[in-house]
């Protein structure tokens, strides 16, 4: 099993994967909007299986450590059982998070919901040695996610009756706005989704982590079964109760172009691979002297990183008020202090 040994290789696995963290969800908007995010996560759950068990079966048997079966036997099974539950865990996070994307967009979905887990981790998960900058870290990401709930329903408020209507219409019950209503489901959906990301950190890291856990390699493979196997059932659940358009029937994921398989694969491959350097760089030795600050910070910046995809690159927002585009930006401001806050007062 081949783990960095090297503070040089620790850090560049982190700069990894901040790029595939804060990158997989553009094969999303890549595939466009006729595609529904239900069918793409499908593809993302099989193509992020695939890579984790390659890698398992290649570096994860090379080297002078244990292979990943050997680990597996070594852990037990009640640590496979906790990589399994916290890849549950976290693709509904996962899931709802990209019902979010396709429903308010990336640079206001990613720091809602990465600001809302890291909340929930900071609170279960964290051992804090300074509760002051953790305090300050937690209400840092409290006011991020208020900004971005802000933002997103100044972009489409709520609509007003024009002048011009008479008393009747005025009596009359307002039409339904679609747009807004996409934007609560959104946001909604975000939160929810926030949440579950918060609660699977405890669970993967309790079989994962330790002298006696199942390692980067074996517990990434573990936790993409989670994934693809929650996937399936979840996915009945989704295309009947849709979030977004009306219900589908499961068979018009074979109606689907090779081109947006082919990109839900990549999707899944990206997140893999940024995944495992992080899992990679938190298995190296301590004496390396890579801290928490860095450990922590990096992977969780990579929602800032969607932030620029989405304003720059998707041009999300481009319509929207200077108060919404100044609330997006605040909040994604005060979640990058959040981040470091929290990352500097968590105990080695």
Known sequence: MLIPSTHSSALSLLVVALVCLGSWANTLKLTGNRWRFEFFYLDFS??????????????????????????????????????????????????????????????????????????????????????????????????????????????????????????????????????????????????????????????????????????????????????????????????????EGPPLRFSSYFRGTFRQHLLGWGGGAIWTGGMLSALLANAAPPEIGLGNPVRIGLPAASALLYVIWGLVFWREFSKASVGAKSSLALGAALLAGAIMLVAIGVAA
């Open 46 to 243: 099989v193509g992020a299986l695939l890579v984790a068990a390659l890698a398992g079966f290649t570096l994860g048997s090379s080297g002078n450590e244990l292979g990943i079966g050997d680990r597996a036997l070594v852990a037990g099974r009640m640590a496979q059982v906790w990589a399994i539950a916290g890849g549950v865990v976290f693709n509904i996070g996962n899931l709802l998070l990209t019902a979010a994307v396709s429903l308010v967009g990336m640079s206001a979905a990613f720091p809602l919901s990465v600001g809302i887990a890291l909340i929930v981790t900071s609170v279960t998960s964290f051992r804090s040695s300074n509760l002051l900058l953790l305090a300050l870290g937690i209400a840092c990401c409290l006011s991020a996610v208020f900004l971005q709930v802000r933002a997103c329903l100044q972009q489409h408020p709520a609509g007003v009756v024009p002048k011009s209507a008479n008393l009747r219409s005025r009596a009359a019950p307002r039409p339904i706005d679609q747009r807004r209503m996409r934007t609560i489901k959104g946001l909604i959906a975000g939160i929810f989704g926030g949440i579950f990301l918060g609660f699977f950190y405890q669970l993967a890291a309790t079989g994962i982590n330790g002298e006696f856990g199942l390692g980067p390699y074996a517990g990434g493979v573990l936790f993409a079964t989670g994934i693809l196997g929650s996937s399936i059932a979840f996915l009945f659940i989704f295309v009947n109760v849709a979030i």
